[in-house]
């Protein structure tokens, strides 16, 4: 992910924008270096061009024991699952958790926290089907 020309800062409102400040543009969006030495708000990755994120609420543990090991992170409300390959928009709700696939360009918060015991390593998750989750 640090490789790629996607990170942009977030501001509270969650509005895209160049390290300098400005709205930002799939022209603008940057490196990783430059994005994390701005001081606007958060960091933040467009997901998609073979990225994608996975946003779990409730019981993670449940979602993660039957995904491959990839990186994930842990913030108040969920723990954003971060992997490549390309997976289509969704959600899955069951009894205990719910999953999200983000959809392709959209911005997520970075916070570089790993959950739990979270290798550093991207997994292709193009395998993942979220219907069949939890059942």
């Known amino acids: ?26 022209a603008s969006w940057t490196t990783y270096a430059k994005a994390s030495r701005s001081s606007i708000g958060e960091l933040g ?3 998609g061009s073979g990225f994608v ?6 019981q993670t543990n449940l979602v993660l024991d039957q995904l ?9 409300s969920t723990t ?11 959600r899955a709700r069951r009894p205990g958790f719910d999953v999200e696939v983000l959809a392709a360009d ?4 970075v916070t570089g926290l790993p959950h739990q015991s979270a ?17």
């Open 53 to 58: 994120c996975l946003l779990v609420r409730g």
């Open 106 to 109: 959209r911005v997520v918060p």
């Open 1 to 26: 992910m640090r490789a790629a020309r996607r990170w942009v800062r977030l501001t509270r409102a969650g509005i895209a924008m160049t390290p300098q400040g400005r709205a930002a543009t799939t």
């Open 80 to 90: 954003r699952v971060w992997g490549t390959g390309e997976i289509a928009a969704q």
């Open 119 to 135: 290798p550093n390593i991207l997994a292709d998750l193009s395998a993942v089907r979220l219907l069949t989750f939890g059942r």
């Open 68 to 76: 491959p090991s990839t990186y994930a992170e842990a913030t108040s």
């Open 45 to 47: 990755f467009v997901v």
